[in-house]
């Protein structure tokens, strides 16, 4: 069972076969009987195979616990490839690599370094998305 909760909504609860995202470690793969753990996810892609189908997600990092038969994921956000703004996402990541350039000290640098993840992450989900599923 795989619950994925956001601060605006349940994005997703279901029976899944495997869970993949990224942990500050790298990518991390989980089957039901996982070892339980509490991890932290990195900005980046989900990606959740149910009914023998690979679906991947945009995620903005947080919080994962996983339990012997559970997954719960805590996320800021987290969206499907069909909700993703492209146009929006693409000049988001306009915007942060001209901050970037632009950045006066190590605290601004580092947060629009954040936004930039996110929206490269966005559009590599998007640009991802599979037709009809």
């Not at 279901?14 to 869970?19: D, K, S």
């Not at 470690?25 to 195979?49: D, F, M, N, R, W």
Request: charged share 30%; glycine share 6%.
């Amino acid at each position: 069972m795989l619950e994925i909760i956001t601060p605006e909504k349940h994005f997703f609860k279901g029976e899944v076969e495997q869970i993949t995202c990224q942990t500050e470690a790298g990518e991390l793969g989980i089957l039901k009987g996982h070892q339980t753990a509490v991890v932290s996810l990195s900005v980046g892609e989900i990606k959740v195979k149910r009914n023998g189908e690979w679906k991947n997600a945009f995620i903005s990092g947080g919080f994962m616990e996983v339990r012997k038969d559970e997954v719960m994921i805590f996320s800021q956000c987290c969206e499907w490839p069909e909700e993703i703004d492209a146009v929006r996402a693409e000049e988001s990541r306009k915007r942060a690599l001209d901050r970037i350039e632009h950045a006066h000290n190590l605290k601004e640098h580092r947060h629009n370094e954040i936004s930039l993840a996110r929206a490269m992450a966005r559009l590599k989900v998007k640009n991802s998305q599979k037709p009809n599923m």
